[in-house]
């Protein structure tokens, strides 16, 4: 089970960080994904890091912006996200994919389908 935490409201230009922690169950050997999905549209690939965050990927829209990060010994996934913009509101979830390699493959890393777990969902709205 993941449950996420963090969200809410923040102007444009602000800053909030998401966490995403594992309950009963270890992170290692989990690569991890965040996704988002504004109203009326599909969900879309944020950020995935590898199982020991040692490699990470961005969809173009955050580079810069937003970090991906972890704590494996708290079971713990994050996502930082700075400089924040209207266009990033939307629900953000986190994902977990049970993956030994420790290196993204970014076919596997952006499809959703390819996540075993997935936390409840956080809110983000950011005003302009």
């Known amino acids: 089970q993941l449950v996420q935490s963090g969200g809410g409201l923040v102007q444009a230009g602000g800053s909030l960080r998401l966490s995403c922690a594992a309950s009963?169950?270890?992170?290692?050997?989990?690569?991890m994904g965040w996704f988002r999905q504004a109203p009326g549209k599909e969900r879309e690939f944020v950020a995935a890091?590898?199982?020991?965050?040692?490699?990470?990927y961005y969809v173009d829209s955050v580079k810069g912006r937003f970090t991906i990060s972890r704590d494996n010994a708290k079971n713990t996934e994050y996502l930082q996200m700075n400089n924040l913009k209207a266009e990033d509101t939307a629900d953000y979830y986190c994902a977990a994919d049970f993956f030994e390699e420790d290196t993204i493959v970014v076919d596997r890393a952006v499809d959703g389908d390819e996540y075993d777990y997935w936390g409840q969902g956080t809110q983000v709205t950011v005003s302009s």
């Open positions: 890091d590898s199982w020991s965050g040692g490699s990470t």
């Open positions: 009963g169950r270890t992170l290692t050997k989990y690569a």
